[in-house]
């Protein structure tokens, strides 16, 4: 594997790495030279996206985590600091979506799952990296939100809030951080071709295609055009971009 300039020898951990936008991440700093942990609930795809980058000539490794879980989370910094000697990114992607409903439609059981994971779960991995960049004097970290967490979204209520939830955090640990070295951004992509995006809209045609004729590039995004930007808030050359929400929508939320 041909590094590219930027991450030679920089330790990155990625949640949700076994598919989609979280793969796409891990495959394009894998080409870009970094060491990898991959972390995700799905153990088989986790595994074989590791074995497919040291496969390569990179190195990875896959940890089971559930991030809804604080010791899976605090073992799955660990495995970083164990395998690599250091944690200089981290980019918190684990997310689940629901099924679309009105707001006062929505049972508790979906609000708590999608809060769970989606908010709690970025909270406890920034809980547990940020201690260690700061002993590092040094990080970045990346959030996946959402352009829903900027705008509201009808149908999508519990998921709008956990996303608003996650730039929330990324803006105030931005604040809290800065002065110790450590960046924190989020990325807002809009529809992306994924799983995720296929399974909320299965049942709903019509509003998939919606969201493309009403999107200004008339398409769904691509997972490898979510990276570009994640990695980008991660290196170096965003060194002085901090506390950002940084949509990656076609300009969508410019209408
Ligand atoms: N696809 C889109 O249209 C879109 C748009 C905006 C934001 N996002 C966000 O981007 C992120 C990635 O989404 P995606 O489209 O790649 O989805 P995806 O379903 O393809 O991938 C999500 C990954 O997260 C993992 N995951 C789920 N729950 C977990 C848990 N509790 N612990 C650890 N891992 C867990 C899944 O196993 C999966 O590998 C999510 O946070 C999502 O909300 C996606």
């Known amino acids: 594997m041909t590094a590219r300039a930027g991450f030679a020898g920089k330790a990155v951990l990625v949640t949700g790495g ?27 795809e986790g595994e074989s996206v590791a074995e497919q980058i040291r496969q390569a000539g990179g190195e990875a490794v896959f940890v089971h985590t559930d991030v809804r879980n604080g010791d899976q989370v605090q073992a799955m910094v660990a495995t970083a600091l164990d395998t690599y000697g250091r944690l200089d990114c981290a980019v918190n992607n684990a997310g ?16 708590e799952r999608v809060q769970d994971i989606n908010l709690k779960g970025v909270w406890l991995c920034l809980k547990h990296e940020l201690p260690v960049m700061v002993r590092q ?30 730039v929330g955090l990324t803006r105030t640990a931005a604040l809290e951080y800065g002065r ?10 809009s529809a992306i071709r994924t799983e995720m995006f296929e399974r909320s809209l299965t ?8 969201l493309v004729r009403n999107s200004p590039m008339r398409r769904l995004g691509e997972p490898a055009e979510v990276a570009e930007a994640v990695v980008w808030l991660c290196s170096d050359a965003a060194s002085f971009v901090n506390g950002h929400a940084l949509t990656v929508d076609g300009g969508m939320t410019a209408q």
């Open 203 to 210: 049942d709903r045609r019509d509003l998939a295609e919606k």
């Open 96 to 111: 689940v979506e629901h099924g679309l409903q009105a707001l006062a439609d929505f049972g508790e059981e979906d609000w």
């Open 137 to 166: 004097g040094q990080g970045s970290i990346v959030n996946l939100a959402s352009v829903a967490g900027l705008v509201g979204a009808p149908l999508f209520g519990p998921y709008v809030a956990s996303k608003h939830g996650v």
């Open 180 to 189: 110790m070295g450590v960046r924190v951004n989020a990325v807002c992509p």
């Open 18 to 44: 076994a598919s989609g936008i979280g793969r796409a991440v891990v495959e394009r700093l894998a080409a870009d030279g970094a060491r990898l942990v991959i972390a995700d609930i799905l153990a088989g």
